[in-house]
């Protein structure tokens, strides 16, 4: 039988699989970032400086460092690619039947910067409203029992000189992953995802997915139930099938009312672009769910599936609720590692510091999908009250520094 391999142990392979096509002085910059980042738990390099703690000045390592972070032989695309092909047989195996595939927008809001790299107006989803930062895509495979792995994030501008619109700015991202996850997954996408122009290129991209849908506008949906907007449709569409959501321990009544329409067709467009007033070619179905935990508004989803059932239904309401997970490891990376007091004066070592943090991540993850036991040895190294939880990447995050030391005292 092999012997089990340490966590340091581990964290070498992953520092060599994600980072082994880098040079050398690249590759010893990802160890001591993604090192300083689970020891500190802080995107600021003077605190990954202090994790190191090298036999020289701060100011010195800080320097190093940031050299690293803006290092133009540093390839990112090959670090991203690595870590997906690294993560891609997870998503093969039983723990995955069908993975659900969650795309989330979230922001990183910088109300009193003044000098970093582009800064544009944002929406705080925290305040719900407007202010200076950033937006992030971030992209996560989920599984039965809640099981997740993060698959890519990447940070953009509106203002950056690259920046052409939303929708360039998500699918280089979203055809990056298709390209890596099994070909039946089902993908999530927020309400801002909700696009015509957007569900043309899921469909060129051959994805099943489902969306949340938007009730303001006048945009007409041509159904068996008649023309109607979206907020008429929900109107129209009853909801008599009950369906207790899955994971709902602690979340309140998880029983849901039900309903949805077949054969829906959105509003047809020219070759030049613009929307007509007659139903296009492609069929979609939309699903309807109230009450719960949802709040007085029903919960609409537009979906490519095919929606026959009220099995049918349910499947894609879960598939679909999946989704919420990712905003939980959204809220973990910018608590547990600060990502939103990230602080870097070139736009390359913004957008590497935030794939670094997901890197980071990433390795927590790799590491609840190893041995149980030596997961569960790790989260009780940190004095809490109370049994290990089942979201544990917090209790990780707060042991796993002790543990690395003794690797990078070995040296890169």
């Known amino acids: ?45 003077s605190n990954i400086g202090r994790a190191l703690d090298e036999p020289r000045k701060l100011i010195h390592t800080e320097k190093r460092l940031s050299r690293g972070l803006s290092s133009k032989r540093y390839d990112d695309a090959a670090v991203e690619a690595d870590y997906l092909k690294l993560v891609a047989p997870l998503l093969r195996d039983e723990r995955y039947p069908r993975p659900t595939i969650a795309v989330d927008l979230t922001d990183i809001n910088k109300p009193r910067a003044r000098k970093m790299p582009y800064l544009a107006k944002v929406h705080d989803g925290s305040r719900g409203d407007i202010g200076n930062g950033y937006d992030i895509i971030s992209v996560e ?108 321990k602690g979340r309140g009544n998880p029983v849901l009312q039900v309903g949805w329409v077949p054969d829906v067709y959105l509003q047809g467009r020219t070759p030049g672009g613009n929307v007509t007033k007659a139903p296009g070619t492609t069929r979609y179905s939309v699903v309807f769910a109230s009450g719960g935990i949802l709040g007085q508004q029903p919960l609409a989803i537009i979906t490519n599936e095919d929606v026959r059932t009220a099995e049918d239904a349910s499947r894609v309401v879960d598939a679909y609720l999946d989704r919420w997970g990712i905003e939980e490891a959204n809220r973990f990376v910018k608590q547990g590692f600060d990502l939103e007091d990230v602080r870097a004066l070139t736009w390359t070592g913004l957008r590497r510091m935030v794939q670094l943090v997901y890197l980071a991540y990433g390795f927590l993850a790799l590491l609840v999908h190893g041995p149980r036991m030596q997961v569960e040895r790790l989260a009780a190294t940190f004095k809490a009250f109370g049994p290990v939880p089942m979201y544990l990447y917090y209790r990780l995050l707060e042991g796993i520094g002790r543990v690395l030391r003794r690797a990078m005292d070995s040296g890169p």
């Open 1 to 45: 039988m092999p012997r089990e391999k340490s966590i340091a142990e581990r964290f070498d392979a992953y520092v060599e699989a994600v980072g082994g096509r880098l040079y050398r002085p690249n590759r010893r910059f990802l160890r001591d970032a993604l090192f300083g980042l689970l020891e500190n738990r802080s995107s600021l390099l």
């Open 141 to 248: 495979a989920v599984g039965v029992q809640g099981r997740r792995i993060p698959l890519m994030s990447r940070l953009f501008s509106s203002k950056s000189p690259e920046y052409k619109s939303h929708s360039t700015s998500f699918l280089p991202v979203l055809s990056a992953v298709a390209a890596h996850v099994p070909k039946d997954a089902f993908w999530a996408f927020d309400v801002g995802f909700d696009s015509q122009n957007l569900y043309d290129h899921f469909n060129a991209m051959g994805l099943r997915y489902a969306v949340r849908l938007k009730f303001l506008g006048k945009r007409t949906l041509f159904t068996p139930l008649g023309n109607a907007t979206p907020s008429e449709l929900a109107n129209l569409c009853p909801r008599p099938h009950r369906h207790r959501m899955r994971r709902a």
